[in-house]
């Protein structure tokens, strides 16, 4: 069982800066794959970044890639996700995620753990 708490989500202007982070309990933790997925409202929640086990590996959408940076620490049992140059069209609750697996996934179902969520408002 994996328990995920997202922290760092707040209001930036757009080309603006923020930082998410996901602290996870559990002593599996670096058997885990694990992404960060978003939803907007009316909209279905949509992958955004994911990293297999060891770190070494990571997927992004085709949206944020080259603005946002997935990144985790075994050690201390948290993912980060670097997200810059900031657009209007990235404000969405912003949700972390695990699988039981070790390789990283694009796709909702393939994740079995969930944190509530932590909302990202970009202004224009």
């Known amino acids: 069982q994996v328990q995920l708490v997202e922290s760092g989500g707040g209001l930036v202007q757009a080309g603006g800066s923020l930082r998410l982070s996901c602290a996870a309990s559990g002593r599996t933790f670096s058997s885990y794959a694990m992404g960060w997925f978003r939803q907007a409202p009316g909209k279905e929640r949509e992958f955004v970044a994911s990293?297999?086990?060891?770190?070494?590996?990571?997927l992004y959408a085709d949206s944020v890639k080259g603005r946002f940076t997935i990144s985790r620490d075994n050690a201390k049992g948290t993912v980060d996700l670097q997200m810059n140059s900031m657009k209007p069209e990235d404000t969405a609750v912003y949700y972390c995620?695990?699988?039981?697996?070790?390789?990283?996934?694009?796709?909702?179902?393939?994740?079995?753990?969930w944190g509530q969520g932590t909302q990202v408002t970009v202004s224009s």
């Open positions: 990293i297999n086990a060891s770190g070494r590996s990571t």
């Open positions: 995620a695990a699988r039981d697996l070790s390789w990283a996934s694009f796709e909702v179902k393939r994740y079995a753990y």
